[in-house]
């Protein structure tokens, strides 16, 4: 069977092409890889290193390593200023444009205006006739 794939492989892909683009997916997973060592530390590397060693991820593991003490705070904590920030930046540009075009003054009227429209004066007159 290894025979026929290396036939379709070699026919219709050429190999030399499958080769090369494996090692540069390979080169690619390698750099990354280094650059991720410097976030996670030399024991994350040594463990890639094996994995990609002996073609296995130790999962159980990686899950009990999700588990520990603070580690689910943590990516709670994470998640939260992931998600702030992309609402920060969503509703910035969307409220800073009302805010720099009408003045001080004009929100104060509107502020006064909504108070009463929503009936703050009667409960204003409520409120004074009760003392």
């Given at each position: 069977?290894?025979?026929?794939t ?11 092409t ?114």
């Open positions: 069977m290894g025979s026929f290396n036939w379709i492989a070699n026919t219709f892909y050429g190999a030399d499958l080769t090369a683009e494996s090692a540069a997916i390979d080169a690619k997973r390698e750099a990354l890889n280094r650059q991720s060592a410097d976030a996670y530390g030399p024991a994350w590397y040594e463990q890639t290193q094996r994995n990609d060693a002996t073609g296995t991820v130790n999962a159980t593991q990686d899950i009990a390593n999700e588990f520990k003490p603070g580690a689910l705070a943590d990516n709670l904590k994470e998640s939260a200023a992931g998600t702030a920030g992309s609402i920060r930046d969503f509703l910035a540009p969307v409220l800073e444009f009302p805010l720099r075009i009408i003045p001080p003054i004009g929100w104060v009227i509107l502020a006064v205006a909504l108070f009463i429209y929503l009936g703050g004066l009667a409960y204003l007159r409520r409120v004074i006739a009760a003392k």
